[in-house]
């Protein structure tokens, strides 16, 4: 076909593929959210409406970029991790960028509702932009996210004080800004403690530590959408899943009650949140999972297949399940699994985390 002479406006686009063979890491952030979950009545110091909303629309782009091995999210970010060998738009910037970031606004809003159930769409539109940006190394994946793990843990600490001490204390703004300036974390648990009868580190998970979407075994006939907040030690089928729960594990029944994730959120003194439980779309199968297990046996966990056609067949061949109390499901496949755990130090990384950064397959590279 011939060219028409207006073709050559194509030369100037620039040709922006990204390096191969280094971590893509896209990280959105959401812009004049402080005034956005003002005007939509945000709880301070974390709504969980909002915190979850998050989760779902991360969720939404993870199921549909396969090459994204984990995300992390926190306030109004959330950081996405593709695999180095990711052939995506032949890494073209811009289109990886823009997908994930409009693939997550428009997620934003259109899952709204199921989480502010009493408005039917936001006040106006919300925004996010969207930066990639490339690491050679592990060192430096463990590294960012540890980072955005760290500013969780000071942003969330420095919150949770303030509004202690204006929504509590009857200070104003200014005056709570005055009383935490110059102090260190220790101030700020210790004045959570003695003034306000806050155990800081009793406080949700979510709230402490932000929230991880990793890609595990999940009930093969979940739905695309499900929350499947568990460990995946506990997920049915799993060889180690436990009958008896341990001590302190909160058994969670999935066919109802409030969303799974925001229920710690009883614990927290009233006055810091306004948890609004929320429907979620949860998994349909009659089913308990457990809770709150303890992370030293995700070691365990490391020596399972997350591959699902292992997975199947492992379970074709009559792998043992959970005994008779625990919830059996028959298929299991690779899906994304929430959860608020900690992802600085190498304990993750080492297991849990194992699959992010082992070797990958050599794929080949189109010319
Ligand atoms: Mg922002």
Known sequence: ????????VKEFETDDRMLRNVYVLVRIDGKGFH????THDFAKPNDVRGINLMNHAARCVMNELDDILIAFGESDEYSFLFRKSTDLYQRREAKIVSTVVSLFTSAYVYYWNDYFTEL????????????????????????YFAWRQADTHINNLFNTSFW???EEGGLTPKAAEARLCGTDSKDKNEMLFTEFNTNYSKLPAMYRKGSVLLREQIPKDADKD????????TLPGSKSAKVTPAPDTTTIALQSGPDPISEPVSEAPSGHTTPVAVASPVVSQETVMQEGIDSNSHSESMKRSIDASEAEQQDAEGEPV??????????????????????????????????????EKKKKLRS
Not at 121 to 131: A, K, T, W
Request: proline share 9%.
């Open 1 to 8: 076909m011939a060219k028409s002479k207006y073709e050559y």
């Open 35 to 38: 005034k956005f979950s003002q």
């Open 120 to 143: 039917k769409r936001p006040l106006y539109p919300p925004v996010f932009d969207g930066r990639a940006v490339l690491y050679p190394s592990e060192v430096e994946v463990k590294d």
């Open 164 to 166: 202690a001490l204006v």
């Open 226 to 233: 499900a929350i499947i907040p568990t460990l995946p030690e």
């Open 322 to 359: 959970a005994g008779k109390e625990a919830p059996t499901f028959k298929r299991m496949k690779k899906g994304v699994v929430i959860d608020h755990i900690d992802i600085i130090g190498e304990k993750f990384w080492a297991g849990r985390g194992a699959y992010i950064l082992a070797p």
